[in-house]
């Protein structure tokens, strides 16, 4: 038995020494890499064994009257190897194969705002190389009721005297901010900033964010010459150049902060949930994550939504919480109970 135990705890070190090693190499090969790393057929026989050896040694190394601690942190590893396997690509090919569940694993949607939409591009599918529905079905439908985009600000204008020369000066493009251009290059004004610059019916200038992007500015250029011209700078076309204009523009509108998507989850007809989803601020309803993966970057009329099933998470959930209060009680409030213990003894005793 005390053979076998050696032997047990001798290949549990190995292991957690080998997936030290591969989760150091996995980080230098980015994120698909790793995750074909740690699915490949290799590997899948490597987590198989290591969750074998480690449920044989709950038993055999973690009494669970003995030992609570190490037999929660063992029961602990065993729920997340398990849950990872449930909620993997494989799993899902295994239970579509042999069970017949056809399940989303993980995928995209594409949504066009004030419409619904229920199907989803499943990524594995479409990489298999058997014929196989690349589209499939939620259980419910995501209305976007509305698409917003948070930019930094503000943007930057660029000026200079000569087309060929670098960039000389730049600004920050805020209505009613001014800059001189040197002793003999006038000032610079902005008069307005658009985010999505149009033209009503009237053909008066409109800024209209809602409706998609053509970021513009508005200047005023001043001469020393006491001449002003009005004009405005487009970051998707090229700079206009007058007859008489004397410098060169360019604006980059601000960066995006952050995107916003407002769902409505339609299911029987009736708003079963509702929500935002943001950059790192996912949406969970009915079994799936939805995360902010794309959006229209022309007109902003519409989002793509990451689906992502949550199979196997909270089994995850349950190794980890397990791993947790295993390390406590067997680190702290075990040695803190025969501390108790001991002096209860020598309390009995007298013995001090």
Known sequence: MNKAKNILHLYIIVSLAALAGMSVYGAFIGPFGTKSFFNSPTLVFFWIIFVVIIFISLFLLANPFRSPGLFFMHAGIICIIIGSICGSANANKLMKKHLGIDRIHRGTTQIYKGQSQNFVFDADDSNSTKPSPAF????????????????????????????????????????????????????????????????????????????????????????????????????????????????????????????????????????????????????????????????????????????????????????????VLGAFWHFWFQNIANMLRQLKVRQATNVY
């Open 136 to 323: 499939k079905q939620l259980p419910f439908s995501i209305s976007l009721k509305n698409f917003r985009i948070d930019f930094y600000e503000p943007g930057i204008l660029y000026i200079k005297t000569e087309q060929r020369m670098p960039w000389q000066w730049k600004m920050e493009a805020r209505q009613g901010d001014e800059k001189q251009l040197g002793d003999t290059g006038g000032t610079i004004k902005i008069l307005k900033v658009f985010k999505n610059y149009q033209m009503d019916t009237n053909g008066t200038p409109v800024d209209r964010p809602q409706d998609g992007f053509n970021a513009a500015v508005k200047i005023e250029y001043n001469t020393v010459f006491g001449s002003s011209i009005t004009k405005y700078i487009f970051e998707g076309f090229e700079n206009p150049v007058l007859p008489d204009d004397k410098i060169f523009l360019s604006y980059k509108r601000p960066g995006i902060k952050n995107l916003y998507s407002d769902i409505e989850i339609i299911k029987d007809g009736k708003t079963a949930a509702q929500g935002t989803i943001a950059v790192n601020k996912p949406f969970h309803y009915g079994g799936f994550y939805f995360y902010q993966f794309d959006y229209d970057g022309q007109t902003g009329q519409f989002t793509v939504l990451q689906v992502v099933s949550d199979t196997g998470l909270f089994i995850i959930y349950a190794g980890l919480l397990l791993l």
